[in-house]
């Protein structure tokens, strides 16, 4: 083993902690991602700072909370000014690529302002995220708004499967009992085989994609953004995956009639929402589900393709190796589908990191209880590179220390995640402004406190209910607790870096200099 010099960061979209085997899910057997754990550290208490793919990715690409970079949701572009992955990266020498998702917009309003040209070097760059587009691909494409030229598309057709758009009538859609296609847009296919050939299936390919870029890079040191577009919907996975588990192989759902009964205000907006009402159905999540562990069970399967590839190649041993979601996925959880609330289906995340380093051999297997969030990521790997902290943009912190010392830490005290719904149809029935859907998550070893604009806060008791079933946000036993926690929360936003154009360090070094420079400011 060695130093780090190279960087795979995998990300899956809408993938649960708990559903990988590592993480003890009972029958769902993932032995590739289980490997890396072995390998590495696996963090049991990760946190996204945003519950949906923009605002989360966003955070994870500029180390920095969703307050500070101001990428509320999906498809709200990242500012022009914002440092990124690629941009800290490739100053250390770290040529950074994507293939697959990033769901980054850019600020056209700012290129233009700035006079950047969109297909100049720099203009894909900032177009981009920060990254060099080896393959983007956001993993959804609708007939209405399908890009002609995507990859995929073109390598799909190139394969012999015909049309406009394959993604979708291939790759995302089923055939019947009967021959006749079905869309996988539609829940009730999720039973069936996609159209597509595994290896031909998105999974495999951006594997394949992956691999081609290491390759392309020989010696040089490197950065990838493996970004697979799965589990995300369309649950539709391909044979074998499609019915290798059944409704017995589910996690019991995790829900009580008093959520439904007397619910938070805004977690009863959401429960109104269509994903939930169809997620609350059981024979619904018992026909979805399997499919979505298939997609999972696929993942790792070529996880074990990519390390085989990787050590074969030899770059095994100076690779570090993460592998996170951006967020989860309720399934039916708290009467609940998709994501954007806080509770742990949704806001808790798999987090697993392989430091090549020999320093980090004490910790190898190891499983830490420490909170940690998408932000400390890109700290760790500059820290790794022994390159500028840039402490006063970065709010997250490395890793390394947790990695290179088996003894317990001192470390951070609470995480932070953040949402906006403005663009959720809860925000209609709530009767709220687009500025008043905000919400604040923060969540101690033993709290889980969240604070919305115009409705009262929700507290749960993490270690006397971890599944977040009993909402004390109005018991007037736990006042003091939740002043504590609201305090610790304000203090958070107060203390969040503003000055980003200058270090630290700069500062003490300009302090109480004037009279050197010249300005003699209320002399006699």
Request: glycine share 6%; proline share 5%.
């Amino acid at each position: 083993m060695a130093k780090a010099s190279n960087f795979l960061f995998i990300m899956c979209d809408q993938l649960r902690y708990d559903y990988l085997s590592c993480y003890g899910h009972p029958t769902l057997q993932t032995p590739h991602i289980d490997a890396l754990a072995a390998r590495g550290v696996q963090f049991n208490n990760a946190y996204c700072q945003s519950p949906v793919c923009g605002a989360a990715r966003m955070s994870a690409y500029t180390g920095r909370y969703m307050v500070s970079h101001g990428s509320t949701w999906n498809n709200i572009p990242l500012a022009i000014g914002e440092f990124t992955m690629g941009d800290y990266l490739r100053a250390e020498g770290v040529r950074t690529a994507l293939v697959g998702k990033t769901h980054h917009v850019a600020d056209a309003e700012g290129m233009a302002r700035l006079e950047v040209d969109p297909v100049s070097e720099v203009g894909v760059l900032v177009s981009q995220c920060g990254f060099e587009p080896y393959d983007r691909d956001d993993g959804l494409h609708p007939d209405q708004k399908v890009d002609p030229n995507l990859a995929y598309n073109n390598y799909l057709r190139a394969k012999g499967y015909d049309g406009k758009n394959p993604w979708h009538t291939f790759a995302n859609s089923v055939e019947d009992e009967n021959g006749e296609v079905q869309s996988g847009w539609h829940m009730r296919n999720s039973h069936l085989p996609a159209r597509v050939r595994e290896e031909d299936s998105e999974t495999a390919y951006m594997t394949r994609q992956a691999m081609a870029f290491i390759d392309e890079c020989g010696g040089d040191s490197w950065c990838l953004h493996l970004s697979y577009i799965k589990p995300h919907w369309p649950y539709i996975a391909p044979a074998p995956y499609h019915n290798m588990f059944g409704h017995n192989d589910l996690l019991p759902v995790v829900r009580s009639q008093a959520e439904r009964d007397d619910p938070h205000p805004v977690h009863a907006a959401f429960m109104n929402h269509g994903d939930s009402q169809s997620f609350s159905q059981d024979h619904i999540r018992e026909h979805v589900i399997p499919a979505y562990m298939g997609l999972i069970k696929q993942i790792d399967d070529h996880i074990g393709t990519l390390m085989s590839f990787l050590e074969e190649s030899g770059r095994l041993d100076d690779t570090m190796v993460v592998f996170t979601s951006d967020h989860g996925d309720y399934l039916g959880d708290h009467w609940l589908g998709e994501k954007d609330l806080f509770h742990e289906p949704s806001s808790r995340v798999p987090m697993i990191v392989v430091d090549p380093d020999e320093a980090a051999d004490i910790t190898r297997g190891m499983k830490r209880d420490e909170l940690v969030e998408h932000i400390d990521l890109l700290p760790t790997f500059l820290d790794s590179l022994d390159a500028e902290r840039y402490e006063h943009r970065l709010e997250g912190r490395s890793l390394l220390p947790l990695f290179r010392d088996a003894s317990e830490q001192d470390w951070r005290d609470a995480a932070f995640s953040e949402a906006e719904f403005a663009v959720r149809s809860a925000r209609l029935e709530l009767g709220l402004e687009p500025h008043e859907c905000r919400a604040f998550m923060v969540r101690t070893a033993e709290w889980k406190y969240i604070f919305y604009e115009k409705f009262r806060p929700q507290l749960f008791d993490m270690l006397n209910d971890a599944d977040e079933l009993h909402d004390l946000g109005e018991s007037p036993d736990h006042n003091d607790i939740r002043v504590e926690l609201h305090e610790r929360l304000f203090k958070w936003l107060r203390t969040r870096p503003i000055r980003v154009t200058m270090s630290e360090k700069e500062i003490s070094q300009r302090t109480g200099k004037s009279k050197q420079s010249g300005y003699l400011i209320g002399v006699w």
